[in-house]
């Protein structure tokens, strides 16, 4: 069974860089893609973007000049870092294994949140 | 960028009546592309739907998918208590960027 856990700081200042991590277990990360989706409290899903372990990186262009996705296969892992975060980056931030036309497992989420 | 709208947004209804979802596409897109998640309060979203018409592993044969086009439907047959959740439809093709519908909300009475 895949299993996936988002890591990182809960409370980010403004203008600072969001940064986190998701451990891949239960299956290789070099299989599949890997994607990152954020939910405002109360609200809907955005879609971040997604990175294949060959390089293949997508972005949502409404973020795409302050995001980048990257991956580590030796540890199993890829990684959010969102720059200039600002109150509107406040979010349940979710990372999920994207096997081509659907999210199928996701992490149970983690909540950043921006603030002086 | 293709936007989703689901409706209605929320619906109040008993165990054990039948629903119907809606999404429409803001333009065409293949069924292979339309995806389907249910999310209850507290929890990550959990895939549903998929292709349309596909249900994910350990989904109960009460959900079924439909559609083609710009017109899509979730419906679940049977509603039991646990359905309680927001449902999102999903565009996840070869048309970036993926987009989420605003979700629509079932209670159960």
């Known amino acids: 069974q895949v299993h996936l856990q988002e890591s990182g700081p809960g409370l980010v200042k403004p203008s600072e860089t969001l940064s986190l991590t998701c451990t891949v277990s239960g299956g290789s990360i070099s299989t599949y893609y890997w994607t990152w989706i954020r939910q405002p409290p109360g609200k809907g899903l955005e879609w971040i973007g997604y990175?294949?372990?060959?390089?293949?990186?997508n972005y949502n262009p409404s973020l795409k000049s302050r995001v980048t996705i990257s991956v580590d296969t030796s540890k199993n892992q890829f990684s959010l870092n969102l720059s200039s975060v600002t109150a509107a980056d406040t979010a349940l931030y979710y990372c999920?294994?994207?096997?081509?036309?659907?999210?199928?497992?996701w992490g149970q989420g983690t909540l950043v949140t921006v603030s002086s | 960028e293709i936007v989703l709208t689901q409706s209605p947004g929320t619906l109040s209804l008993s165990p054990g009546e039948r629903v119907t979802l809606s999404c429409r596409a803001s333009q065409s897109i293949s069924s292979n592309y339309l995806v389907w998640y249910q999310q209850k309060p507290g929890q990550a979203p959990r895939l549903l739907i998929y292709?349309?018409?596909t249900r994910a592993t350990a989904i109960p044969d009460r959900f079924s998918g439909s559609g083609s086009g710009t017109d899509f439907t979730l419906t679940i047959s049977r509603l039991e208590t646990e359905d309680c959740a927001v449902y999102y439809c999903q565009q996840c093709g070869n048309l970036l960027p993926y987009t989420f519908g605003q979700g629509t909300k079932l209670e159960i009475k």
């Open positions: 292709g349309a018409t």
């Open positions: 999920a294994r994207h096997r081509g036309t659907n999210f199928d497992y």
């Open positions: 990175i294949h372990h060959t390089g293949i990186i």
